[in-house]
């Protein structure tokens, strides 16, 4: 399992995004976000309050107390399988920003890489002409898979945030993945004791989109 953690943190770069300081601070404020993820965000091995989705809820509450975070992310879910979902939850939730961590069981089974593009593209698409902003969070899969299907997929990230206009955002397990004590013993998953650490990762980036669509 070790060499699975060490490809993880390969090729990414995370740019700190400073937050504008605006009224979206005030109370009355509600933001809504919709996480849209596989089993790293549905908190796989522990219980759904451990997880980063329910402690980005909690940070997002100091500064707007009304807001609400959704997690619909299912273990073992596809870019498919979340392109067929996400309709009806945007109708459902009219989030303000809608998180996609999605694509690293694509990965795992070999999926065309121009389809999981392609999905990731029409998912942006859906949440934008909604009225959401996107975010999409890449992932990266074991280099045992060939280094041209390996770039392919880190691209299709890339490429679906460039062509929808959606945000890239930092991998979710950079400097976690390579500590055994911060992942589970199948070397993929998470710990409960990573969670908090994810959320940090993730916390800068998801609050500066909000205050942006807020100011919008």
């Not at 809504?32 to 309050?49: H, T």
């Not at 859906?126 to 299907?149: D, F, S």
């Not at 990573?194 to 205050?211: D, F, G, M, T």
């Amino acid at each position: 399992m070790h060499a699975l953690r060490v490809w993880l943190l390969l090729g990414l770069v995370w740019l700190p995004i400073s937050l504008p300081a605006s009224a979206t601070d005030s109370p009355e404020i509600a933001p809504r976000v919709l996480v849209l993820g596989d089993s790293i965000s549905a908190a796989y091995g522990m219980s759904l309050e451990q997880g980063w989705a329910a402690l980005l809820e909690r940070r997002l509450r100091e500064r707007w107390p009304a807001s609400s975070v959704v997690n619909a992310s299912i273990s073992g879910d596809t870019s498919a399988g979340g392109l067929r979902r996400l309709p009806d939850l945007l109708a459902e939730h009219s989030p303000d920003l809608l998180v996609i961590e999605l694509g690293g069981n694509d990965g795992l089974r070999g999926y065309p890489t121009n389809k999981l593009e392609e999905n990731l593209t029409d998912m942006a698409e859906l949440a934008i002409k909604a009225g959401a902003e996107v975010l999409i969070l890449p992932m990266e899969i074991p280099p045992n898979y060939g280094p041209r299907y390996t770039r392919s997929f880190r691209e299709s990230f890339e490429n679906a945030a460039e062509t929808t206009g959606a945000t890239l955002g930092p991998f979710l397990l950079d400097g976690i993945a390579t500590y055994p004590n911060l992942m589970q013993k199948d070397g993929i998953h998470p710990t409960v004791e990573a969670q908090p650490l994810i959320n940090n990762i993730l916390l800068p980036v998801i609050e500066s989109l909000l205050a942006q669509h807020r100011l919008s």
